[in-house]
């Protein structure tokens, strides 16, 4: 799991609200992305348009999912050949 960015500190004011705000934009991208366990939480996870996700299904196969205003799109996976 990718953990929480934090901002180094500036010493001036106006320059440290906007690294804040660009830290704030980086962990937003890495909550969207970063939610666990492929398969426990995928259907309590309610999540905003925009937001990608890995799931494990009952079978298990895997699906990458999206999230639209309408809800999850999903597209299967298949298991690639290691060489």
Not at 10 to 30: A, C, F, H
Not at 53 to 60: S, V
């Amino acid at each position: 799991m990718i953990s929480q960015k934090r901002s180094q500190k500036v010493s001036e004011d106006n320059l440290q609200r906007v690294v804040d705000k660009i830290y704030d934009d980086i962990n937003e991208i890495i909550n969207s992305v970063n939610q666990g366990d492929t398969s426990e939480l995928k259907n309590t996870f309610k999540g905003k348009s925009g937001d990608i996700r890995l799931a494990k299904i009952n079978d298990g196969s895997y699906e990458i999912q999206g999230r639209t205003d309408e809800g999850w799109v999903k597209r299967a996976m298949t298991f690639k050949d290691v060489e």
